[in-house]
């Protein structure tokens, strides 16, 4: 089993993932890589300088709160052949029912029901709750305190916003933004911003997630 995990991320989300890990008693070293934050105590370089490891004992994650991003290096990475970790937080609670992919990451005291799949590059944030039979695509971002009912499905790189709630069977679709407190009752169109109570499409783009 690695000895090592490399985070590739420096950045907030970066430092959860590894406090995750740290927490997990996996790994006895935790290093980051980041292209802001090189310079860092604990940084070992770029994000582009990680695919110059070449130890077999060396598990990766991608920790960037950008889900296209995060997918992308998660993507070269395999293509790379690295090992790609799954983060877990002990005080998670994932059913032995559900399916975690690759390079996802289950925050703590989050949880996450029977029969849900999520799919690589996904983050459960704090204390958020995935329940029964929920499906969610590659690079899914459901960030604290959200909360999707059972059925759910969630597109491609969707960020659920912080503390909103998702009715049982709601589709949503890829590239979606829920806004923060949003209650969202009703299925949502690909590259939609909903927000409010009941959630209803706005304008422009918002922006969120983990930095």
Known sequence: ?????????AGGHGRVVADCAREMRRWTCIVHYDDDRSSD????GN????FAV?????????A?????????WLGRLQAAGKSIAAIVHPSAVVSAGAFVGTGTVVVAGAVVNVGAVLGGGCIVNTLAGVDHDCRLADGVHVS???????????GERSWIGIGSAVRHRVRIGRDVVVGAGAVVVR?????????????????GDAEGGAR
Do not use: K
């Open 144 to 154: 604290p305190g959200a909360h999707l009912a059972g059925e759910v499905t969630v």
């Open 41 to 44: 105590p604990g940084v070992r």
């Open 64 to 72: 960037l709160g950008n889900g296209e991003l995060r997918l992308r």
């Open 47 to 50: 994000l582009e300088s990680a």
């Open 54 to 62: 070449e130890s077999p004992d060396v598990d990766f994650i991608v």
């Open 187 to 203: 299925d949502v169109p690909d590259g939609c911003t909903v927000v409010g109570v009941p959630a209803r499409p706005v304008g």
């Open 1 to 9: 089993m690695p000895s090592t995990l490399a985070i590739l991320g």
